[in-house]
């Protein structure tokens, strides 16, 4: 407090002095003929002045000091407030790429979908949603197919199974109707249901029901699962899913009633599958994925 006083008071004391000097100075003469109460008058008002004079500098320095600490307080406040926006961000984005909220980062055209998917995965944000039956997995396929340009979906069941499901010819339906570069379906049967498959397949009504429900514009294929397992590695086989414009996955386990979301990757035993029927139609060949022609026969090459 000592130190701090004098410094309070030395810019007043100095204006005092300075224009009781000047004053003295210039009006020396008038004082000496002016009456003593005069001039200690006129001596008073000069440190007066003075004094208000040395405050008022002191105050705009003051002033001007704030300011200039205020400025290089919000400055720094600044700088951290970026650091820690980049921190946040960082971690933020780190989060994301832990769950399946780094979809959402990544993919915006099926942002429909996806937000039903992760609302529904939401408790265990693994990427997955439990308990879910065909007709709403159905739901989310149709959703995509709405906003989607190309599809390419695997299916574990013979044909009869979209004439037996609930909400099934209404999904074949909205996918005929939806305006697409390329729509793609593969048949992958198991063994306990290649008959049945077969059956199906040489039934005519049946097949009638199929193309006029899903339309002549969806390319389908077949294939028994263990000449896929011929081509592909499976190691821990191969669920039902579709593939939006090459790039979202949905998965569905009927067994255990599990949908899984993805964005497709090159690891993924999805992408092995798409990338062998791509080469065999740029080679024009006739197998492994057989091609299911509208009268409903197999080609020579399923026989």
């Known amino acids: 407090m000592s130190k701090l006083a004098p410094a309070a008071w030395f810019e007043p004391l100095v204006g005092s002095v300075?224009?009781?000097?000047?004053?003295?100075?210039?009006?020396?003469?008038?004082?000496?003929?002016?009456?003593?109460?005069?001039?200690?008058?006129?001596?008073?008002?000069?440190?007066?002045?003075?004094?208000?004079?040395?405050?008022?500098?002191?105050?705009?320095?003051?002033?001007?000091?704030?300011?200039?600490?205020?400025?290089?307080?919000?400055?720094?406040?600044?700088?951290?407030?970026?650091?820690?926006?980049?921190?946040?961000?960082?971690q933020l984005r780190h989060f994301f790429k832990q769950n399946p909220f780094s979809i959402f980062l990544e993919e915006s055209v099926h942002s429909g979908v996806l937000g039903s998917l992760i609302r529904d995965s939401i408790e265990c944000m693994n990427g997955k949603v439990y308990k879910v039956h065909e007709n709403k997995y159905l739901l989310y396929l149709k959703e995509a197919i709405s906003h989607s340009d190309t599809y390419l979906g695997v299916q574990r069941r013979p044909v009869r199974w979209f004439r037996d499901t609930t909400g099934a010819p209404e999904y074949l339906t909205d996918l005929q109707n939806r305006e697409m570069k390329s729509k793609r379906r593969i048949?992958?049967?198991?063994?306990?249901?290649?008959?049945?498959?077969?059956?199906?397949?040489?039934?005519?009504?049946?097949?009638?029901?199929?193309?006029?429900?899903?339309?002549?514009?969806?390319?389908?294929f077949y294939i028994e699962e263990f000449a896929l397992r011929d081509t592909i590695s499976l190691n821990g086989g191969i669920s039902d899913f579709a593939l939006y414009d090459d790039h979202l996955l949905i998965r569905y386990d009927p067994q255990s009633r599990i949908v899984s979301y993805d964005l497709l990757s090159e690891s993924l035993v999805e992408r092995q599958l798409v990338h062998f029927l791509e080469e065999q139609l740029e080679a024009n060949r006739d197998s492994p994925f057989v091609r299911i022609v509208r009268e409903g026969a197999l080609t020579e090459a399923s026989r």
């Not at 006129?42 to 004079?53: E, K, T, Y």
């Open 187 to 220: 048949f992958v049967i198991d063994s306990n249901e290649v008959q049945d498959m077969k059956e199906d397949l040489e039934n005519k009504e049946l097949m009638e029901f199929y193309w006029l429900n899903t339309g002549d514009n969806v390319e389908t």
């Open 18 to 90: 300075v224009v009781s000097v000047l004053t003295i100075a210039v009006n020396h003469t008038a004082l000496k003929s002016q009456e003593p109460i005069l001039s200690f008058m006129w001596l008073a008002v000069s440190i007066a002045i003075g004094g208000f004079i040395g405050w008022l500098f002191r105050t705009v320095r003051n002033m001007k000091n704030d300011a200039e600490y205020a400025k290089t307080s919000i400055d720094r406040s600044m700088k951290q407030l970026d650091e820690f926006e980049r921190t946040f961000v960082h």
